[in-house]
């Protein structure tokens, strides 16, 4: 009936680049199958113009014009020629997580643990033996101490996670 949460994540998220990130990568890590909505991959925001013009032609006011609209692509191949803008932090992101993604089986099936970390960290293993990747999101705007052996297979970056950070790491024996 056109009811519940039809946004993008930008517009969810308040546009900021860490944020939609780290929901990619728990989409990208948790399990089940991910999906990417139009114009996620690029920040972009609701089109409300879209929405009350779709509305006023159909005559139903439905939520999902939000996303519907088409993309505006010169306005996007300028963000992602511009290494500042959300869209391309968000594209560029999103692109190192798919390319790595695909390397990794242990992402596409096998177990998932749980593990406790800090209330603020969604933190998981998955995988099984030798393909195994543990999953630490920062869910928070404070930097979180982690004491988790491994560096991020994404940044190289190990240690205290920043506000909103993520990190895939590879378990000793991958």
């Keep these: 009936d056109g009811e519940g949460i039809s946004a993008r994540m930008a517009t969810l998220l308040d546009g900021d680049h860490r944020r939609i990130l780290g929901l990619f990568s728990l989409m990208l890590t948790i399990g089940g199958t991910p999906v990417i909505y139009h114009g996620d991959e690029f920040a972009l925001q609701n089109d409300e113009a879209h929405r009350e013009l779709s509305a006023e032609r159909t005559g139903w006011d439905d939520s999902r014009f939000l996303l519907r609209a088409p993309i505006p692509w010169e306005q996007v191949e300028a963000y992602l ?3 500042r803008s959300p869209a ?14 695909r390397r990794l ?12 970390i800090d209330p603020r960290v969604a933190a998981y293993s ?12 920062n869910l928070s705007g404070d930097e979180v101490a982690v004491d ?14 920043a506000p909103y950070e993520y ?4 378990t ?3």
């Design 88 to 101: 391309f932090k968000v594209y560029e992101g999103l692109r190192a997580m798919l390319l790595l993604r």
């Design 126 to 137: 998955r995988g099984s033996g030798h393909e195994e990747v543990t999953v630490l999101i």
């Design 172 to 174: 000793p024996n991958l």
């Design 148 to 161: 988790v052996d491994g560096v991020d297979l994404l940044s190289g970056r190990s240690g205290t996670l």
């Design 105 to 116: 089986p242990g992402l596409l099936g096998g177990e998932r643990r749980f593990l406790e």
């Design 81 to 83: 020629l511009d290494p």
């Design 167 to 170: 990190r895939w790491l590879a």
